[in-house]
């Protein structure tokens, strides 16, 4: 059942919705709400004569709307005016913000776009200034531990764990569900302070920028390359040639392979510190938000992989002023042409190939490895040098 109206501002019903978007539903209950973890469910107890005793709505706080298997993964909390049959355990003096941590936050894109952004969007949207609770489902203990200093400056109260609780919580209001204006975006147009990407590029280096600036630990510009591995595609078959050109083109090289425990603070210093990050379309080019402006960030793309490539990192790359450079692969240069062939569909023609069938998408992107011609690499990877020598000698 839907909430009486469709818009959060109007708040004559205490439950209403902002369920006009592509993205994302966002509940809200508009008054005294008691949380009964037990049942995960969220009671209007300021209910009125304008909302039915019996509404009730189950939902996933999720900002896939549409992803019915993201949304497989996430809990579903029940939003109801009906009286709860327990009274206040602990309660809050400020509003609570609930989200889930399940859906696809094990994959470090996600983990950013669909959480910690969307987050940042939706507190920013809601002008809180750090006074609303975080409460969480589907925690996920090594992942809120190691985004903790980066939701603490969303809150400045502890995060609470929904789904190890055993008492009700009573709060003033309740906002359940996130903000997400597509992938990688923040619509100034849409938030009070008129914020972007750059702002929330800004709050991470507040949050795990260097102390003091950046001290150089080379007279080389650093180039970090991105590698996958383990059989999951898009792997760089022949790494190793790679490497050589592109320390004899005259980078420092170094070979990053993202770990899920690795402290963020530390790879935010490792990747504050280089001058370029290259590597093949992936989750882990999300890094480019570690980067300072002016750093090169080159996409190696593959087959199949354009409009994801242009969307996820090419546009939110030129809002954060980053030089970003494209590695368009070549048929030959794909695994897929020993499959294949050169001439089939799947290489010469990847959108008809796919045709609005996402499984069959999954063959760009988990079975494809690219081996890189190195003529064409060396001429590519001596245009990144330049940019990264010049930016390296301005920043001085």
């Not at 355990?89 to 859906?103: L, M, N």
């Not at 569900?177 to 750059?198: E, M, N, S, W």
């Amino acid at each position: 059942m839907r909430a009486p109206s469709p818009s959060r501002a109007d708040v004559k019903n205490v439950i209403t919705c902002d369920c006009s978007h592509d993205y994302y539903d966002m509940w809200s209950i508009n008054g005294p709400t008691l949380l009964d973890p037990i049942t995960s469910t969220f009671f209007a107890i300021g209910a009125t004569d304008s909302t039915p005793p019996d509404f009730t709505v189950k939902f996933h706080p999720y900002p896939r709307k549409t992803d019915e298997n993201a949304k497989s993964k996430v809990n579903e909390l029940t939003l109801t005016s009906a009286p709860p049959k327990s009274s206040c355990g602990v309660t809050h003096s400020s509003p609570a913000i609930v989200f889930s941590t399940g859906g696809y936050t094990g994959n470090f894109y996600h983990q950013f776009n669909d959480v910690l952004l969307a987050l940042y969007i939706t507190v920013n949207s809601l002008s809180l200034n750090q006074d609303a609770i975080l409460v969480v489902t589907n925690w996920s203990e090594w992942w809120v531990k190691k985004n903790a200093d980066l939701l603490h400056q969303f809150t400045k109260h502890p995060i609470v764990n929904m789904d190890n609780q055993t008492r009700t919580h009573c709060f003033p209001s309740a906002i359940i569900g996130l903000i997400t204006h597509g992938p990688f975006v923040v619509d100034p147009a849409l938030l009070p302070q008129h914020k972007t990407l750059l702002d929330f590029h800004a709050l991470l280096e507040n949050t795990y920028g260097p102390r003091g600036g950046y001290a150089p630990a080379s007279d080389r510009p650093q180039l970090l390359l991105v590698n996958r591995r383990n059989g999951v595609g898009r792997e760089i078959l022949n790494l190793k040639e790679v490497l050589e050109e592109i320390e004899e083109v005259g980078f420092k090289a170094i070979v990053f392979e993202p770990k899920r425990d690795a402290p963020v603070r530390e790879t935010y210093t490792l990747l504050h510190g280089c001058h370029a990050m290259v590597g093949v379309h992936g989750a882990a080019l999300t890094h480019l938000l570690f980067l300072r402006a002016g750093t090169v960030l080159g996409e190696i793309v593959p087959i199949g992989a354009d409009w994801l490539a242009k969307t996820y990192f090419e546009r939110p790359a030129g809002v954060l002023g980053l030089e970003y450079m494209k590695y368009k692969i070549e048929i030959n240069e794909s695994s897929l042409a020993e499959r294949y062939g050169a001439d089939d569909l799947v290489l010469k023609n990847p959108s008809g190939f796919v045709n609005g069938n996402y499984t069959k998408a999954k063959v760009y992107m988990k079975t494809q490895n690219v081996k890189l011609d190195i003529v064409r690499f060396r001429a590519y990877i001596k245009e990144v040098f330049v940019k990264a020598r010049r930016f390296m000698d301005n920043e001085g």
